[in-house]
């Protein structure tokens, strides 16, 4: 499948949405932003060492010089599964036919190999309702999120949903809210900043970092779900799969979908032999799916 519309820099794909501005300037977003910015970094040199210790018979020491280059994922993940058997002589598989190699890894489900390759991507234009069904997601996975206790003030954007997009009442409907939610946020952070000044006890501290914090938990309760909440996201090639298989269906909620197809179209321009069995599907709102025969390795 050709991946269309990412930008490349360094070798690594990205999507970058368009930021916009209500007239009394709260700043807001349509689309998901993604960013790859770490795949593995493999070098198999020292495995020659590994390899030198067995009979030349074997012929163990040739694994490394294989023609055919792999994505460092998938030249990690085929070590990591070719150790398994000892696979290094003649009679292994070469990297030109890696694709039935990790083809066999999916059927087998023999996933565990596929744990080995971390890639991280920056996450933007994407809500707190998207996030808090994000980080449900445990084995395999890393977040680091942007803090609502401790940053605040301009820094504050919004995600409009994509059914409000097209509708002209819904689309004022979510300008007004924006910048009604992030007026009443600014007063409230202020008005408990005063009282805090004042020296009401449930919003004193010690030092000033918690004094910002106090204040900025307490007014965050006001900011809707559509909030945006970048996140930096780290998973192994086969928590991404899992995720791509529970979050790009046509079951999965719309927002989450949208970024997920998204990271899918990085993960398969990054290393395609380990998404290539993902078909997309065009679904009946408009959106793309993702279907495996392999939804479990
Ligand atoms: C369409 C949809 C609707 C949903 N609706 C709801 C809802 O209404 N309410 C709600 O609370 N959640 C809901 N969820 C969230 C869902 O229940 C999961 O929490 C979420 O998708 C994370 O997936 P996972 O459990 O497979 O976790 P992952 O961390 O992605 O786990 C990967 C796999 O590892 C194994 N695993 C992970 N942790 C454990 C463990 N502790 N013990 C044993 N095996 C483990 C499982 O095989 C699991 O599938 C929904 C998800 C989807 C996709």
């Not at 495995?47 to 210790?53: A, Y």
């Not at 460092?72 to 290094?88: D, T």
């Not at 409009?160 to 009442?169: A, P, W």
């Not at 924006?178 to 202020?190: G, K």
């Amino acid at each position: 499948m050709p991946v269309n519309n990412l930008a490349h820099d360094k070798s690594f794909p990205y999507v970058t949405p368009d930021v916009f501005e209500t007239d009394s300037g709260v700043r807001f977003l349509q689309s998901p932003g993604v960013a790859v910015i770490s795949v593995p970094d493999v070098c198999l040199e020292g495995v020659g060492q590994f390899l030198s210790g067995f009979p030349d018979d074997l012929g163990f020491s040739d694994y490394l010089l294989d023609p055919t280059v792999l994505s460092s994922s998938e030249s990690l993940c085929k070590f990591a599964g070719q150790l398994c058997y000892l696979s290094f002589g003649p009679q292994r598989t070469y990297n030109e036919n890696a694709d039935k190699y990790f083809k066999n890894i999916k059927m087998s489900s023999h996933g565990s190999v596929l744990e080995h390759a971390n890639i991280s991507m920056l996450w933007w234009g994407i809500s707190r309702t998207l996030t808090h069904e994000l980080v449900r997601h445990r084995a395999g996975y890393g977040f680091s999120q942007v803090s609502q206790r401790y940053v605040g003030g301009k820094t504050i954007r919004f995600v409009e949903r994509v059914e409000f997009q097209d509708n002209d009442l819904l689309h004022q409907w979510f300008l007004r809210r924006i910048e009604r939610s992030y007026r009443e946020y600014i007063e409230l952070t202020e008005y408990l900043v005063s009282l805090q000044k004042e020296g009401e006890s449930s919003l004193s501290a010690e030092r000033k970092t918690d004094l910002r914090k106090k204040v900025r938990q307490a007014s965050r309760a006001l900011l809707p779900n559509e909030t945006e909440a970048p996140i930096l996201v780290t998973a192994n090639v086969r928590a991404w799969r899992h995720f791509l298989n529970m979050r790009v269906s046509e079951h999965a909620e719309v927002e989450i979908r949208r970024v997920g197809y998204e990271a899918y179209r990085c993960l398969y321009s990054l290393t395609p032999l380990l998404f290539d069995d993902f078909e997309v599907v065009d679904l009946i709102d408009g959106t793309k799916g993702l279907k495996t025969e392999y939804p479990k390795v």
